[in-house]
């Protein structure tokens, strides 16, 4: 006759009741460090901005229904803020899940991230489909914008190539990364998109110009982009049209001096959520020009507000590299930062009338499904790569590191 187990002594807890208990406490932990090393401040602007993009689309969602509705199929007035709602918490998802990874992990997903997008990009004339005239999304499941995603990774991996100047000077960093730029340009105005092309164009030449490139390179560089400019107005159409309205005005493309119109209808205070008339005639009022929209129905001081977050932001990062040792590090988190705020200003030049149409939405608070996880995810590696214990002190980042000097 089998004999019974013997019974564990009093006051003692067996594996499998010890086994859950370690696993909280270590996610306990996790999450402790990860609350101590996370730049909370940055991570309040972000949310707060994102709350904001709420209201904002809330606001924009009946003109934009309105216009898209046909006889056979009519859009709820909310439509587009119930789908927002949804991609918001895909993207909150995406910017806490990347934040919580180590800076070597963030470093890796990103360079991963980077060689996938790519591949993407090249697979975007073969099987991509067609939206407005633009192919630039493939279907996997769902409709998948690489270029979006390919945002935040272009940064990590320009960080990474950069950094191994500090191994070995000598290595052609600044050619490989220039080599990249012209690839992605090269895929990007085939789809056509102009205006991505000119925002990894201006994160490209932030992230060189800190790696210690020499006046030379730089003016050269900048002779280069305005060739590549000055090619587009000649054999991209729709640039040509676009510049043309900005410097002339327009017709068929006019859709920038509309915005500014609906930007300052509602004066300082703004008309009231809903209340709004001149967003009715807006195109795309939920995306590339929801910042007009803010404007005429919270009024042009919310729209002060809203840049100066922005505003903020870029320099909360800036303070914070300060100190930073590591190039890759400093690398990376300015060209996120470059993209985020580069993206975020064409969009309100646009919106002023003070730059040409470029269909770029407003980061954070623009509707949106790639571009809404992929900017969540970006800034969620910002986040990452950001991390510190607050606890070691830290030297400045030398000239020597940067190249400078010899």
């Not at 101590?36 to 003109?63: F, H, K, N, Q, Y």
């Not at 963030?106 to 939206?131: E, H, K």
């Not at 960093?173 to 990007?188: K, N």
């Not at 129905?297 to 990062?317: N, P, Q, S, T």
Request: proline share 4%; charged share 15%.
């Amino acid at each position: 006759m089998a004999s019974n187990p013997p019974l564990a002594p009093r006051g003692t807890r067996s594996a499998i009741e010890v086994t859950p208990l370690r696993q909280r406490r270590n996610r306990r932990n996790e999450f402790a460090i990860w609350w101590r090393e996370i730049d909370r401040t940055l991570l309040v602007l972000v949310l707060v901005l994102m709350a904001i993009g709420t209201a904002a689309v809330a606001a924009s969602s009946p003109a934009s229904a309105r216009r898209l509705s046909t006889a056979r199929i009519k859009l709820d007035d909310l439509h587009f803020f119930y789908i927002h709602l949804r991609w918001q918490f895909l993207g909150l998802i995406a910017l806490f899940g990347a934040s919580m990874l180590s800076r070597e992990m963030a470093r890796r997903v990103g360079i991963v991230l980077g060689f996938a997008m790519l591949a993407g990009l090249l697979l975007v004339p073969a099987i991509g489909f067609s939206v407005n005239g633009a192919r630039r999304w493939i279907n996997l499941g769902i409709s998948l914008q690489p270029s979006e995603f390919l945002k935040p990774a272009f940064a990590i991996m320009m960080a990474w190539i950069l950094s191994w100047r500090v191994r070995d000077p000598h290595l052609p960093v600044i050619e490989l990364c220039t080599g990249l730029m012209g690839g992605i340009a090269i895929l990007l105005m085939t789809q056509p998109d102009f205006g991505s092309t000119i925002l990894f164009a201006g994160v490209w030449f932030v992230m060189v110009l800190m790696s210690g490139i020499s006046l030379k390179r730089i003016g050269l560089a900048g002779g280069f982009g305005a060739v590549g400019v000055g090619l587009a107005y000649m054999f991209y159409e729709n640039a040509r049209h676009r510049i043309d309205a900005f410097l002339g005005g327009g017709t068929a493309y006019d859709q920038v001096d509309l915005a500014q119109r609906t930007l300052t209808a509602g004066g300082w205070t703004g008309s009231g959520l809903w209340l709004g008339t001149k967003k009715l005639g807006l195109p795309e009022a939920h995306t590339d020009y929801i910042f007009s929209v803010i404007g005429e129905e919270f009024g042009l001081i919310a729209c002060a507000i809203i840049v100066a977050l922005y505003l903020m932001l870029v320099v909360r990062v800036m303070l914070r590299l300060l100190d930073e040792e590591d190039l890759f590090t400093a690398l990376a988190a300015a060209g996120l930062t470059a993209q985020l705020g580069g993206q975020a200003f064409i969009n309100i030049m646009v919106n002023l009338q003070l730059f040409p149409s470029k269909g770029m939405t407003l980061p954070l608070i623009s509707y949106g499904g790639s571009s809404t996880i992929a900017i969540c995810l970006g800034v969620g590696l910002l986040l990452a790569i950001t991390r510190r214990n607050p606890f070691i002190r830290r030297e400045r980042l030398s000239l020597k590191q940067l190249g400078l000097v010899k």
